[in-house]
């Protein structure tokens, strides 16, 4: 018997489906969503790691969804550049789905076939992807003010702005 659950096992409606089916997060699975360059990179920094903790992702425009074990990410702030949800409802794509279809799988599971990502190596690879983070455009020098106008200038400002 297979113990690792695989897409067909997860979303068995996608195997016939010919249309993306919704399926409820939270009771079979959470989802990892962030952008595909954040998805690609993580796989490369957890490539090393045999099977893969990166299983099924589905993709639409730049966007990856990796599918987590249901309630793994309960009482875990994650980080940018990933949006978890442990509920609502998600679209699933058909198991028949290419990549010229709109929403489509990008990654049907690891070598084993197995649908969900280990949640532990996926959150903890998640700072090494600072620098792909967008960095607000710097200030050019001279524009912006040396201090607002709700800086207090004096030590009765001062006084006043904090009420006990």
Same mark, same amino acid.
């Given at each position: 018997?297979?113990t690792v659950p695989a897409i067909a096992d997860l979303f068995p409606?996608?195997?016939?489906?010919?249309? !993306?089916?919704?399926?409820?997060? %939270?009771?079979?699975?959470?989802?990892?969503?962030?952008?595909?360059?954040?998805?690609?990179?993580?796989?490369?920094?957890?490539?090393?790691?045999?099977?893969?903790?990166?299983?099924?992702?589905?993709?639409? %425009?730049?966007?990856?969804?990796?599918?987590?074990?249901?309630?793994?990410?309960?009482?875990?702030?994650?980080?940018? !550049?990933?949006?978890?949800?442990?509920? %609502?409802?998600?679209?699933?794509?058909?198991? $028949? $789905? %290419? !990549?010229?279809?709109?929403?489509?799988?990008?990654?049907?599971?690891?070598?084993?076939?197995?649908?969900?990502?280990?949640?532990?190596p996926l959150y903890t690879s998640l700072p090494l992807l600072t620098?792909?983070?967008?960095?607000?455009?710097?200030?050019r020098l001279g524009l912006a003010p040396a201090r607002s106008q709700?800086?207090?200038?004096?030590?009765?400002?001062?006084?006043? $702005?904090?009420?006990?």
């Amino acid at each position: 018997m297979n113990t690792v659950p695989a897409i067909a096992d997860l979303f068995p409606d996608t195997v016939t489906a010919d249309a !993306p089916v919704a399926v409820e997060i %939270g009771r079979d699975c959470d989802t990892a969503a962030m952008p595909e360059l954040a998805a690609r990179r993580i796989l490369s920094l957890l490539g090393h790691i045999n099977p893969h903790p990166v299983g099924a992702a589905m993709a639409r %425009g730049n966007e990856w969804v990796l599918i987590l074990p249901p309630h793994s990410g309960r009482g875990m702030c994650w980080p940018w !550049p990933v949006d978890h949800r442990d509920s %609502g409802v998600l679209a699933v794509p058909p198991l $028949s $789905s %290419g !990549p010229a279809e709109d929403l489509h799988w990008a990654r049907l599971g690891n070598s084993e076939g197995r649908v969900y990502s280990a949640p532990l190596p996926l959150y903890t690879s998640l700072p090494l992807l600072t620098a792909l983070r967008p960095q607000p455009e710097a200030r050019r020098l001279g524009l912006a003010p040396a201090r607002s106008q709700s800086t207090p200038t004096s030590r009765e400002d001062l006084t006043c $702005s904090i009420r006990w």
